[in-house]
């Protein structure tokens, strides 16, 4: 059974998550899935593209597939790992892509909706980042993008709770681009998705590029980045890390001692 659902709706390309089992866990196997969407909707020039979840989901995805985490040792978020792919494919689609949301959204699923260019959700929506949870260092490409979209208050509140945050807040704060009734969500992300397509497809794909390097636009010293390499993998080598993802698996709750 194929982990994703794809149509084309006139001139927009639809991805529909298909993992109800996993709760519509990012699996890398469903990442390929959705990246080989991705550059089917570019070859067929589609102006914009909506990632949604089935109607009336209550967990649009759990996000990274824990069981995929990498050993301990290991860093769980290097450049090539499958999430990160996916997320440099919707970034880099050379069109708008659009967050259709609803029920929650955890861990590398948020950073999934986040780098989507626009999001628009129900009442019924939650973004929670998790990393902390279990005891995982997150990578620093992933928290610059938070930094950009939330602030730094923000996000260190999201990352040092973990506790989710709701629709109203993430308008608030700018996630939610609209936040829009249950029953009115297809149809008003369809009708936007419309909108966008009637405009110059050249102009905005020029555009998008222009702000994703805008949006990077942050100088970081050698120094710097050796720094947080080496405070990244104190954490992935560590037995809080060995604890978080074995606590996971057994559905309990992790005891963490704090010690690399």
Request: with cysteine.
């Amino acid at each position: 059974m194929p982990l994703i659902l794809s149509s084309i709706r006139n001139k927009t390309g639809i991805i529909q998550f298909n993992n109800y089992e996993k709760r519509n866990a990012l699996s890398s196997v469903m990442i390929k899935e959705i990246v080989d969407c991705l550059e089917d909707f570019k070859r067929k020039n589609l102006r914009v593209v909506i990632i949604r979840a089935d109607k009336g989901s209550k967990v649009w995805s759990s996000g990274h597939d824990i069981t995929e985490l990498a050993a301990p040792g290991t860093d769980p978020l290097s450049y090539d790992n499958p999430l990160e792919l996916l997320l440099r494919a919707v970034e880099n689609f050379p069109a708008p892509v659009i967050a259709m949301v609803e029920g929650t959204v955890w861990g590398g699923a948020c950073e999934l909706a986040f780098t989507c260019d626009i999001l628009i959700g129900a009442p019924n929506v939650t973004f929670a980042i998790t990393p902390a949870k279990i005891g995982v260092p997150y990578n620093s490409n992933g928290i610059l993008h938070f930094i950009n979209m939330l602030g730094m208050s923000a996000v260190k509140e999201m990352f040092f709770t973990a506790q989710p945050v709701s629709a109203e807040k993430a308008e608030k704060l700018g996630l939610l681009n609209h936040m829009v009734p249950l029953e009115e969500l297809e149809t008003f992300t369809y009708g936007f998705a419309d909108d966008i397509a009637c405009n110059s497809p050249l102009a905005i794909n020029v555009i998008k590029e222009q702000l994703n390097i805008l949006g990077k636009a942050h100088p970081l010293s050698p120094a710097a980045f050796e720094r947080i390499t080496q405070l990244r993998k104190a954490v992935y080598e560590s037995e809080d890390y060995k604890e978080g993802i074995k606590a996971f698996l057994e559905r309990r709750k992790p005891d963490f001692k704090g010690k690399e």
